[in-house]
């Protein structure tokens, strides 16, 4: 993907993402942080893959058109290229939140063997007894949250 072709994808998004329905050069560029040139650039292409209706004025100074706004096609593109995006970050996020969970449960229930296990066993209370078993404990209860993962 050119330059180009991102700037493209960035001003989709922007003016479908926005509520209005039609967009100044000034407005895309307050949008997307993009330069008169490059807004230009990416106009011209996505008018060229019918993603965006564009209506030309004369006498505009920075940028080759009047007014931009989405196609029915740019509609089908956003949705077919931004929802799968939002389906997989939302999945990762429920990811991030469970192995989250799961690595707290297993700490929480690591402190608790290892205490169980000094006081049942009278195991001197030291720092690296407390640390060596607390770490035993960790990392089969991450082994099994793993297998169990994959199985």
């Known amino acids: 993907m050119n330059l180009t072709e991102k700037n493209a994808e960035i001003i989709l998004k922007e003016l479908v993402e926005s509520d209005l329905e039609s967009f100044t050069g000034s407005k895309i560029e307050k949008l997307t942080k993009l330069s008169p040139d490059e807004i230009n650039d990416a106009v011209d292409y996505l008018e060229d893959i019918d993603i965006l ?40 996020k429920s990811l991030y939140a469970n192995a989250k969970l799961m690595g707290i449960l297993i700490i929480i229930s690591s402190f608790f063997l290892t205490f169980v296990l000094i006081h049942f066993f ?27 993962k994959k199985g």
């Open 53 to 92: 209706n564009v209506l030309y004025y004369d006498g505009i100074t920075n940028y080759e058109f009047g007014y931009v706004g989405v196609t029915p096609n740019g509609l089908e593109l956003y949705k077919r290229k931004f929802t799968e995006y939002n389906s997989k970050k939302q999945k990762l």
């Open 122 to 148: 009278k195991i001197e209370l030291n720092i690296i007894n407390f640390c060596t078993i607390l770490a035993a404990f960790s990392g089969i209860g991450l082994s099994l949250y793993v297998l169990y």
